[in-house]
């Protein structure tokens, strides 16, 4: 049996919205990077864009559990020779609120060209307002 495969410019791609207030972090993470990867779809091919747009109201909510708010830890490097820089979670999100979300998406996405292009696709807001409500949005209940 041969294996078919539907070209991208054949898929017709939705917009989702996902609420994270109250819900946990990395769960709302893992359904949005599976939605935008396009694995829930029948037609998922792994080397192609074919996911759908997904948009993350309230990500300032999300819920965070333990004391990672004080432990966890972000890391960049700035070039320079003794640039490692660090961050924990609360200063993070109290300078940038989506940031911590963002990150949590990247990671659960492939590495590289395609994940870059991927990441294009969400759309984190803080608070629970966002510009796309003309995309006619579809909501996403979690549990």
């Known amino acids: 049996m041969k294996t078919t ?13 996902i609420d994270a207030e109250g819900k946990p972090m990395g769960r709302v993470a893992a359904r949005a990077a599976s939605i935008v ?9 792994p080397m192609w864009e074919m996911g759908d747009f ?3 109201i ?3 909510k999300a819920a965070i559990t333990g004391r990672k708010r004080q432990q966890k830890l972000y890391h960049r490097h700035t070039g320079f020779p003794g640039g490692l820089k ?15 979300m963002e990150l949590a998406i990247k990671g659960m996405l492939p590495k590289g060209p395609l994940g870059r292009k991927l990441l294009k696709s969400v759309k984190i807001y803080a608070g629970a307002e966002h510009p796309h ?11």
């Open 5 to 17: 495969y539907v070209k991208p410019a054949d898929v017709e791609r939705k917009w989702f919205v």
């Open 37 to 45: 990867r396009g694995k829930e779809k029948v037609c998922f091919a």
């Open 54 to 56: 997904v948009v993350i």
């Open 58 to 60: 309230n990500a300032e």
């Open 86 to 100: 660090t961050v924990n979670f609360e200063r993070m999100s109290a300078r940038h609120p989506t940031q911590p």
């Open 133 to 143: 409500l003309s995309q006619n949005p579809q909501k996403i209940e979690m549990e």
